[in-house]
């Protein structure tokens, strides 16, 4: 080849690598706030309705308005986020009946995971159990402790083996967090970490029916707080400053 036409070449497999490298590190900025506002809804620090301009939301993760854009459609994605013409983007408000809703099918799902893992988990399922309640237990309690009240569940969703069975009980479980926010009332963590033991060893037994029976009266404990009052806000500002940090 001769020396011209490789110079060329050479020159376009840079401008290749420079465009996929631009585009690998949009992709990981999008990644990085579409986790930030994630977890920072998830633990309820952004409440139901707030306002997420993406301007302000940009400015605090450091990156442009199409980057945030791109997170927000995840978000929406997942029933997380509500985007409203000319209005931007809120965090999602579940209703009353759509609460009722969330938690009937929840209900059912969840049957379907206990019924696919009674009796069959294996040593490694039965560690990384065991490992997540033990980081409930060192819980500092708060917005870690419903994170990881959270994450247990979709962690039994991701062991049952179906990606299509995790993605909607992991979608009912954020949803369940957002009604939780609006509707729900103080609870202990230690409760639920004592059911979640309880839950791993029926399980491990095999004992299919008594799991189930767990589970249910687990999710009714849950139901139990929903409902009642929502709770206080906070600048959004500042809320994001945390999630950004990190």
Known sequence: MPRRA??????????VRASVRGTDSKVSRAETVYRGLRRAIIEQALSPGTKLPEDLVG???GVSRTVVRAALARLAAESLVESHLNRGATVAHPSLDEAHDVFDIRRSLERLVIERLAGRLSRADLARLKQHVAAEEQGRGGAES???AGEFHMLLAELAGSS?????VGELI???????AIYGRPHSPDCAVTEHREIIDALLRGEAAAA???MDRHLDAIIGRALIAPPPSRDIHDILGD???E
């Open 6 to 15: 490789r110079g060329e070449a050479a020159k376009r497999q840079r401008t």
């Open 59 to 61: 400015k605090r993760f």
């Open 146 to 148: 419903i994170r990881l």
């Open 164 to 168: 299509t069975l995790s993605r909607y």
């Open 174 to 180: 954020s949803r369940s967090s957002l009604i939780l």
């Open 212 to 214: 189930t029976r767990l």
């Open 243 to 245: 999630y950004a940090a």
